[in-house]
């Protein structure tokens, strides 16, 4: 009888690398599930910094979070239901090992939060008792996202 695939759990440094409203540096180390989706992923990112999931979104693979960057985008040039659903159906062990690239997730296409996701090396058993995804480090402060007129 074969057994069932557990997984593994990842360590994902999350940064924000937007400055539009950025005053600090805003960093989220994330343990998740290597078969989570990017969408599982979007989650775990929105919370982890206290948004509003209000707003359209993607993933992208570049070698900085530069304008200028050549990108990757995942499931981008798809209508927005289609693009939803690849993001839903595509598990970051699918995603891993990068090289040197790194995976960008953009959030509120209009103010443009960048967040640039670095993969920690080695990944770990999933710890009975633990639930996945979970913050276990915060550098900064969250991110503002919706900033009064005098900020």
């Known amino acids: 009888m074969c057994?069932?695939?557990?997984?593994m759990i990842l360590k994902l440094c999350v940064e924000c690398v937007s400055r539009y409203y950025l005053?600090?540096?805003s960093i989220r180390v994330i343990e998740i599930h290597d078969h989570a989706s990017l969408y599982k992923l979007h989650t775990a990112i929105q919370d982890a910094v206290d948004f509003d999931c209000d707003h359209p979104f993607g993933f992208y693979i570049a070698n900085s979070a530069?304008?200028?960057a050549e990108k990757r985008w995942i499931g981008r040039n798809e209508r927005w239901e289609r693009a939803e659903a690849i993001m839903m159906h595509t598990e970051l062990?699918?995603?891993y090992p990068l090289g040197r690239k790194k995976l960008y997730y953009l959030f509120d296409f209009g103010d443009m939060w960048?967040?640039?996701i670095r993969?920690?090396?080695g990944a770990k058993i999933p710890e009975e008792g633990i639930t996945y995804p979970r913050v276990i480090e915060s550098v900064g402060p969250n991110p503002q996202q919706y900033p009064g007129w005098d900020d």
């Open 114 to 116: 960048t967040f640039e």
């Open 23 to 25: 005053k600090e540096p």
């Open 3 to 7: 057994e069932k695939y557990q997984g």
């Open 93 to 95: 062990k699918d995603i």
């Open 119 to 121: 993969k920690a090396r």
């Open 66 to 68: 530069s304008p200028f």
